[in-house]
Structure formats: structure tokens, C-alpha cells
């Protein structure tokens, strides 16, 4: 094997679910996300019970963080609920206008995307289902099902993550269980367009 080589096999565990080598490995707690969720009082219900369960965890992998390259990553978001609305994850827009795709590896769910003005759509994902998310969307994965939602995503390496836009103002939809099915609403926290 050439030493200097810059290949490398990055090896999916479809039995464990890890990404190795990893550049990059995050657990996303309730506590981090209290706000992020439309009913934090039942977030602190959670957390005052003495529990502050992992929502969900991502590894990615990049050769160089520059222009052409991509990153590749897999996420994994734990079944669970805060109030009636599912895990998910924080969401953010990248600072490029760059796309993403997600392929759905295990579980369901939803990838809810938003234009700067408020525009919304989405995609379910489930094994073998692939979602797009359009340069200059910001997006977010939510876990509809009862077990772990896994997927994997490519984004180009040089886009970054701005967290400001959804800190701020949210997402105007959200995923709530209702008779025990997932159904997508308006949040009442929305606020408004950018
Ligand atoms: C990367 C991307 C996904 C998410 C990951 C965690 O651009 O969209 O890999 O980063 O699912 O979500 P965030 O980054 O919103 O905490
Ligand atoms: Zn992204």
C-alpha cells in the first residue's frame, strides 16, 4: 500500500451503525435541544426526572474541509417524543448554497425542509429512499417510527452550518403524534419569515 496514499475505505456497520474513520463524532442531548422543540416544559418534565437521553448522534467523514470535496456521514436519531413532537435534530441552512442527499438506511422518517421565507416541504424516508434537499433549504430529519431512524448523507465539504437562522426563528412546521400516528402542522413557535 502507498503510505501517502489519499484513499481510505470508510466502512459503513450496517449491523452496528458507525461510520469508521470518522473526522467528525457528535451525541446531540435533550438538554442542547430544550428550546428547539415547540413544548419545552415537557422537555423539562424529561429532564427533572433526572434523564437527559441522546436525541441523536452523527458521524461524517471529509478528506479536507475545501472547494470539491464532499463529506459523508451517517445519522442515527433515537425513538422518543417531547410532548406530543418527535426527536429530531437541531436543523440548520448551510452558508454556501449547497445540496445534500440523505438515504434512508433503517426506520422512518422525515426530512422537512424550509426556503429562507418560509417556504416548506418534505420527504419520508425509509430504507432505500433517497431525499434531496435543494441548494440554499435548510433542513431537518425527524424520527416518526418506534425504533432508530438511520441515514446517510453527502453534502459538499465546503458549505458549512449556520445554526443561527433556525435558533432563531424555527421551523414553521412541526411532527406531532396524534391517535398515534405522525402529522405534520404549523408551529405555533414559528417566528415568521427571514
Ligand atoms: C449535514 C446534515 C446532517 C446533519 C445531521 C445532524 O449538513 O445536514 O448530517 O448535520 O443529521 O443535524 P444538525 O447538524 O442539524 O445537528
Ligand atoms: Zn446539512
Do not use: C
Amino acid at each position: 500500500m502507498n503510505s501517502e496514499s489519499i484513499l481510505k475505505a470508510v466502512k459503513l456497520d450496517l449491523k452496528k451503525y458507525t461510520m469508521n474513520p470518522a473526522t467528525r463524532k457528535r451525541e446531540v442531548r435533550l438538554s442542547e435541544l430544550k428550546e428547539y422543540f415547540s413544548n419545552p416544559e415537557a422537555a423539562d418534565r424529561i429532564l427533572s426526572s433526572g434523564r437527559d437521553p441522546v436525541v441523536y448522534e452523527y458521524y461524517e467523514y471529509s478528506v479536507e474541509e475545501a472547494v470539491g470535496h464532499m463529506t459523508l456521514g451517517l445519522t442515527i436519531i433515537y425513538p422518543g417524543k417531547v410532548g406530543k413532537e418527535y426527536f429530531m435534530t437541531r436543523g440548520h441552512f448551510h452558508q454556501k448554497p449547497a445540496a445534500e442527499f440523505y438515504l434512508g438506511i433503517r426506520g422512518r422518517g422525515i426530512l422537512l425542509i424550509q426556503s429562507e421565507d418560509g417556504r416548506t416541504d418534505y420527504v419520508e424516508l425509509r430504507p432505500g429512499i433517497i431525499g434531496y434537499v435543494p441548494p440554499g433549504w435548510g433542513h431537518r430529519t425527524i424520527n416518526t417510527g418506534r425504533g432508530k431512524f438511520i441515514f446517510f448523507f453527502a453534502y459538499p465539504s465546503d458549505a458549512g452550518h449556520d445554526y443561527g437562522i433556525v435558533k432563531e426563528k424555527g421551523f414553521a412546521k412541526i411532527v406531532v403524534e396524534e391517535k398515534g400516528k405522525p402529522i405534520i402542522v404549523d408551529n405555533p413557535k414559528y417566528a415568521g419569515s427571514t
